[in-house]
């Protein structure tokens, strides 16, 4: 396959590891699967070798770079899915805003949402097959590339998490120029949270076009909300986007299982699960036994050790998994972290968390 070729969204491999799928949908595969946020990322040299030669931005726009990235963690650990490498900050660029990733600070808006009248600086209506086509390569490249040796994940910010971007110019720990939106200026507030569903069902209908197997919408800004806000300004966006997406690809005879991450959003669980995903993820906070008795077996669910639990000798992260089985059961469950690695973590114990997560689920479906 030559640089030059059109990579096209057809004729992909045959699927050969499908227990990430058969778990989404509520199943109890022969083990557990696992797969981590962020697994492409900064704690492999060989993903910091690529990264350091160009823009951040640059090597989202680069469906060739995007595939490598999401290639690497495969080579090295046994996941059972891959998620695309990319950002949920296209999205806002899509819509006419410039963003760059900073050193040392991270992403940051140029010029920042301040008030009402500054949403007409947004693209009305965004076409994202030619804003955001490079993603769609990304998709279809690394589903030809990966050989069908796991499912590949395609995924998107949700809108209030974009919202508190777009005005607070970068990330924030009070989120209160965003959140002052919310009290101030309601009706501006739900116009933009409008728009951003408009755009986020688009772009995650033309992943799916592209080859992604799944969808995980980020919820990532959930606990900065209380939950009267939550009901309020996030989850009816949340609910929407799950339900038009599906109604789309049902008129298509596809079917496609989504996540909803909503990170911190523990007072929402119950709502969470009948939101039309098949997949609640968790963050660590929450106590896996609780999870399962609140959201009634009506979803599966995606999560959730203490990514600082990777800093553990690797025998008591085996302990920690086994644990965590135990609290979720085998069926209808992804192991996960509770959010994604961070940069300075050891390869070596995430190789031993997926191995922990593999044989003692093994071990329990054959027991069971």
Request: include cysteine; charge should be neutral; glycine fraction near 6%.
């Amino acid at each position: 396959m030559s640089k030059n070729d059109v990579i096209l969204p057809k004729d992909f491999p045959e699927l050969k590891n499908d227990t990430f799928l058969r778990a989404a949908r509520g199943e109890e595969p022969e083990h557990v699967p696992v797969w981590c946020m962020r697994q492409a990322g900064r704690y492999l040299p060989e993903f910091r070798e690529i990264r350091a030669k160009k823009d951040f931005f640059d090597t989202c726009r680069s469906p060739e770079d995007c595939c490598e990235l999401t290639l690497q963690p495969l080579r090295r650990f046994p996941f059972d899915a891959s998620i695309i490498f990319s950002d949920i900050l296209v999205i806002p660029q899509a819509m006419g805003m410039d963003v760059q990733m900073l050193t040392g600070k991270g992403p940051t808006f140029t010029d920042p949402l301040k008030e009402p009248e500054d949403l007409q600086r947004l693209k009305a209506n965004v076409d994202v097959n030619k804003e955001l086509d490079y993603v769609f390569k990304a998709i279809t490249l690394t589903r030809h590339k990966i050989e069908g040796k796991v499912p590949l994940i395609g995924f998107t910010g949700a809108p209030w998490t974009l919202m508190s971007y777009m005005i607070e110019g970068g990330g924030s720990t009070t989120h209160s120029k965003a959140k002052r939106w919310l009290y101030r200026h309601p009706e501006s507030s739900h116009m933009l949270l409008k728009m951003l569903t408009d755009v986020i069902v688009e772009y995650l209908l033309g992943q799916v076009a592209a080859g992604a197997q799944a969808l995980q919408v980020f919820e990532s800004h959930a606990g900065i909300l209380g939950p009267v806000e939550f009901k309020e300004f996030s989850l009816p966006y949340l609910r929407d986007i799950a339900r038009r997406v599906k109604d789309r690809l049902k008129e298509k005879g596809q079917d496609v299982p989504m996540i909803v991450f909503a990170k911190d959003a523990h007072y929402a669980l119950e709502e969470l699960s009948a939101s039309h995903y098949e997949v609640v993820g968790l963050d660590w906070t929450m106590d896996p036994r609780s999870a399962r008795e609140r959201t009634g077996g009506k979803v599966s669910l995606q999560g959730n050790m203490d990514p600082c639990a990777l800093y553990a000798p690797k025998e008591l992260i085996s302990d920690i998994v086994k644990k965590m089985l135990e609290g979720f059961g085998t069926r209808g469950y992804i192991a996960n972290l509770g959010h994604g690695l961070y940069p300075d973590m050891d390869p070596e114990n995430v190789a031993a968390f997926v191995d922990a997560v593999h044989r003692h689920s093994k071990l329990a479906v054959k027991q069971a």
